[in-house]
T-cell receptor
């Protein structure tokens, strides 16, 4: 079983729509969770950290469910510029991170 | 400008010809890491370094070497490249983790696309 699993998508949504997707992780001891954004095989960039209580950053909302070992990302009012691959990242120990293969989102006009 | 640079950005080489991919960061980060990214797989860690002269293996270290003689530089060395090392490589740096939930943002370089024939 992969340490971090994501639905690869693609999620094709119209502008203005809401899109949500999850990522599951296998290590119950993980304590740090992130969403990174990657555009077309360019370098990943941090989108947001995910906190236990859930958190919001503008149109983006991240949730953590420790009991079921998944994190989610919801994008409201999608923009064309939100088209990207979203990587779920979870720590394994102090120096190692596990990356999901990514969920591709395409926002169409 | 705070950044991580990698060189070369693109490289086509032949099996067995030693190569080095350089990585440099100007943010005074202690922690640096190398990843490879292949289709359908997440980024996989090759090697990481917690500070100067301190390195350790990641998940896929076979066929790679690294060194950390200076804080800003973390080169990746392929002594005898093989076709299965054809991949997209990313270098990343960050401030050290305090453990637990105190992970810091990873800053990635622009990537090096390597093809081994």
């Amino acid at each position: 079983r992969k340490e971090v699993e994501q639905d690869p998508g693609p999620f094709n949504v119209p502008e203005g729509a809401t899109v949500a997707f999850n990522c599951t992780y296998s290590n119950s001891a993980s304590q740090s969770f992130f969403w990174y954004r990657q555009d077309c095989r360019k370098e990943p960039k941090l989108l947001m950290s995910v906190y236990s209580s859930g958190n919001e950053d503008g149109r983006f909302t991240a949730q953590l469910n420790r009991a079921s070992q998944y994190i989610s990302l919801l994008i409201r009012d999608s923009k064309l510029s939100d088209s990207a691959t979203y990587l779920c990242v979870v720590n394994r120990d102090d120096y190692k991170l596990s990356f999901g293969a990514g969920t591709t989102v395409t926002v169409r006009a | 400008e705070a950044q991580v640079t990698q060189n070369p950005r693109y490289l086509i080489t032949v099996t067995g010809k030693k190569l080095t991919v350089t990585c440099s960061q100007n943010m005074n980060h202690e922690y640096m890491s190398w990843y490879r990214q292949d289709p359908g797989l997440g980024l996989r860690q090759i090697y990481y370094s917690m500070n100067v002269e301190v390195t350790d293996k990641g998940d896929v270290p076979e066929g790679y070497k690294v060194s950390r003689k200076e804080k800003r530089n973390f080169p990746l060395i392929l002594e005898s490249p093989s076709p299965n090392q054809t991949s997209l490589y990313f270098c990343a740096s960050s401030l050290p983790s305090s453990g637990g939930s105190s992970y810091n943002e990873q800053f990635f370089g622009p990537g090096t696309r390597l093809t081994v024939l």
